[in-house]
């Protein structure tokens, strides 16, 4: 059985860094690419970050480069994103999400995801 299950969201002030992490069960890195994504109250979800083991391929949505960084821990069979220099645009709730084909994921498709960690920025 699948399970993804993220942590590490919380309040943070402008400037501040937090370390997600997506936590995986039931599927290896090796088969599936793994991404972050994001939806604020009254907005569409969006992609944030997503990465492929197999494919050795990332992305980061361009508000992200520079200042998110996304990595794995194989030993673990966890995906990290660490957020720094946040702003309040960067309140949401933080998805995780996997999927076998990483365009795929880029664009939006999965096959699991979590139920999602929430990120407030205040200024």
């Known amino acids: 059985e699948v399970h993804i299950v993220e942590s590490g969201g919380g309040l943070v002030q402008v400037g501040g860094s937090l370390r997600l992490s997506c936590l995986a069960s039931?599927?290896?890195?090796?088969?599936?690419?793994i991404g972050w994504f994001r939806q604020a109250p009254g907005k569409e979800r969006e992609g944030v970050s997503g990465?492929?083991?197999?494919?050795?391929?990332?992305y980061y949505a361009d508000y992200a480069k520079g200042r998110f960084t996304i990595s794995i821990d194989n030993a673990n069979n966890t995906v990290y994103l660490q957020m720094n220099n946040l702003n309040p645009e960067d309140t949401a709730v933080y998805y995780c999400?996997?999927?076998?084909?990483?365009?795929?994921?880029?664009?939006?498709?999965?096959?699991?995801r979590g139920q999602g960690t929430q990120v407030t920025v205040s200024s």
């Open positions: 039931g599927f290896t890195f090796d088969d599936y690419a």
């Open positions: 990465i492929s083991k197999s494919a050795g391929r990332m």
């Open positions: 999400a996997a999927h076998p084909g990483f365009e795929r994921l880029v664009l939006g498709i999965y096959d699991y």
